[in-house]
């Protein structure tokens, strides 16, 4: 069903290691001065050619626990910090909402960075927030700063998957966090259809944050931006033009994203606008369009228009899978693992943590204990498997990941059959 709205202004863009490794505490800032130069984040400096071969001659092999039987190396963790989110868009969460857990059942501030600072010891560069939406969690802030010290121990970036409501408050703290990346969710350049499609208000704020990365960029902040847009035939495929052409000054770059099934969003074929689609509509207004070398394990089929400062790229879920060379894996932010987004297999991780704590949700008090046994047990003071288990809840939680990596498929189900799984809802995995 096509919606018709007032005649769009499209939107001019201003510029804007193990278990228990412990926590560095850092001030979270107040809101930065208009003028503030932005250090670079994420990625050691640049180095010499023979330092480089050194680190070559010296590298360890990939964890075996995050390799799995076709030898894809998963070195990129999305976590979930929520299943609250302050919109309700059309593809995500079914209309009448979903069931929330249980405070008690959701991973804690301490077991994000505990399971976070184990991942990275076994060879994960990445992470990224998901949601729900990450930002609406109250402590997102600390909590970035404690998973930005993990750099000294290979971290190389922290990135974040917004709809970009009250990002704009909280980006300047994120950037001294060491924010490298911010997906931001928007599917529709005028502020009305944004009602339509998000059952909610909030276009200008999305834009406010969207000028603010911009800016802040300018400033050496060295955030790279990707707004994500899932086309829905028939609801706003007729954006395609005017999102492509929001690179054409700006360094942006926007993805189309087919539209997938999950529960609850009432996917059906004919509301699925294949890529190649997408491609021939920017192809007819320009010609020129060509295609840019992908690296290995990008999501995306990436395309530039000549003289476009940014780009665009086609997540092809439906029709092109990218499964062969997936280095992703999921927790949701009730604590479990899953090695793929369209499969229904997951596995507690939370569960293996709060043996260590009886049981118990991991608060802060206990944080400090455990460190504090860690600690003592590395100097001897105590025997190695001391009453919070020591290494014994280590080798549990690697073993569970490790089997769970091994089972991974070699691609997911195709159209016909994703669209009759049972998987949850979009709000409920992270994305």
Request: glycine share 8%.
């Given at each position: 069903m ?5 005649r769009?202004?499209?939107p ?6 193990g278990?228990?490794a412990?926590?560095?505490?850092r001030?979270?800032a107040s809101t930065a001065?208009a ?6 984040h994420?990625?050691p400096p640049?180095?010499?050619?023979g ?9 360890k092999?990939?964890s075996a626990?995050l ?14 910090l929520t299943?609250k989110?302050n919109l309700?868009?059309l ?17 804690t501030t301490p077991e ?7 991942f990275v010891s076994?060879?994960?560069?990445k ?12 402590d ?6 404690q ?5 000294s ?6 990135c974040?998957t ?5 990002l704009?408050?909280?980006?300047d703290?994120m ?7 911010v ?7 005028d502020?009305?259809q944004?009602q339509?499609m998000?059952?909610?208000k909030?276009f ?16 050496g902040?060295?955030i790279k931006l990707k707004i994500n847009?899932?086309v829905?035939?028939?609801?706003n495929e007729?954006?395609?033009?005017p999102?492509v052409e ?5 360094d942006i770059e926007v993805r189309f994203?087919?539209?997938m099934?999950f529960?609850?969003?009432k996917?059906?074929q ?5 890529y190649q ?6 192809r ?5 369009l060509?295609?840019?070398?992908d690296h290995?394990?990008?999501?995306s089929k990436t395309f530039e228009i000549p003289g476009?400062v940014?780009?665009?790229g086609f997540?092809?879920s439906m ?5 062969g ?5 999921r ?5 479990n ?10 596995v507690s991780l ?5 043996k ?8 802060e008090e ?5 460190k504090?046994i860690?600690?003592d047990r590395?100097?001897g ?5 001391g ?6 809840h280590?080798?549990?939680?690697l073993?569970v ?6 089972r991974?498929?070699?691609k997911?189900?195709?159209m016909?059959?994703l669209?009759?799984?049972k998987n949850r809802p979009m709000?409920?995995i992270g994305?």
């Open positions: 096509a919606f018709l709205c007032k769009r202004q499209v001019v863009l201003h510029s804007g290691n278990l228990f412990s926590v560095r505490r001030g979270i001065p003028i503030q130069e932005y250090p670079q994420g990625f640049e180095e010499s050619f330092t480089r071969r050194e680190a070559i001659k010296n590298a092999p990939f626990f390799t799995d039987t076709f030898q894809r190396q998963h070195n990129y963790l999305r976590i979930s299943e989110c309700r868009c593809y995500c969460m079914p209309e009448e909402g979903v069931p929330q857990s249980p405070p008690r059942e959701l991973l994000i960075f505990l399971l976070s600072s184990t076994q060879g994960v560069s992470i990224r927030l998901t949601g729900g939406e990450p930002t609406v969690r109250r997102i802030l600390p909590l970035m700063h998973i930005g010290s993990l750099r121990q290979g971290l190389k970036e922290l974040i917004t709809n970009g409501i009250s704009h408050r909280k980006l703290s950037a001294e966090a060491g924010l490298t990346g997906n931001l969710s928007l599917d529709t350049l502020p009305w944004f339509i998000t059952r909610r909030g200008e704020a999305v834009m406010r944050s969207i000028e603010r990365i911009l800016e802040m960029n300018k400033l902040a060295g847009c899932v829905m035939r028939g609801m007729r954006e395609i033009i999102f929001l690179g054409r000054e700006q994203i087919e539209y099934p529960d609850g969003n996917w059906s004919g509301k699925m606008l294949p689609e997408m491609l021939d509509m920017i007819a207004k320009y010609p020129t060509r295609k840019v070398q290995k394990n990008d999501t476009f940014g780009r665009m997540i092809t029709t092109h899978n990218f499964c060379t997936c280095n992703r894996l927790i949701t932010s009730d604590g693992l899953k090695v793929c987004l369209f499969g229904n297999a997951e939370r569960d293996i943590l709060r260590s704590n009886d049981g118990e949700p991991i608060d206990a944080f400090e204990a455990m504090q860690e600690t590395k100097q003071l105590i025997s190695a498997l009453p919070l288990g020591g290494t014994e280590e080798k549990e939680l073993d990941i490790g089997m769970a990596v091994s991974k498929k070699a997911h189900a195709g016909g059959e669209e009759n799984m709000i409920l994305g």
